[in-house]
């Protein structure tokens, strides 16, 4: 019988899925931090001092830059664990 990820016997290995789970909840965290900036100064600079609208654009821009790095880096991350847990698993 093959094993399977994250079963044992017919029964699901929730420790394992926690295991697997906590670190990839931590990056996406830190990617949701690191986007808050950029947000948080375009609150404070446009909204709040009134200066000029161009910097909306601008932090918005980087806002969306660093949410696309970040998925890209969760999603590259996924791929590499599910490699290594295929893997391990042979």
């Given at each position: 019988m093959t094993s399977r990820l994250f079963f044992d016997g017919?029964?699901?290995?929730?420790?394992?899925?926690?295991?697997?789970?906590?670190?990839l909840a931590r990056l996406v965290a830190v990617v949701g931090?690191?986007?808050l900036v950029p947000v948080?100064?375009?609150?404070?600079?446009?909204?709040?001092?009134?200066?000029?609208?161009?910097?909306t654009a601008l932090l918005s821009v980087a806002?969306?830059?660093?949410?696309a790095v970040g998925?890209?880096?969760v999603l590259l991350y996924v791929v590499t664990r599910a490699l290594r847990?295929?893997?391990?698993?042979?």
């Open positions: 017919d029964e699901l290995d929730s420790g394992a899925v926690w295991r697997e789970v906590v670190p931090a690191v986007a948080t100064l375009q609150w404070l600079f446009v909204e709040t001092l009134g200066l000029v609208p161009v910097l806002t969306q830059f660093v949410l998925a890209g880096v847990l295929a893997d391990d698993s042979v």
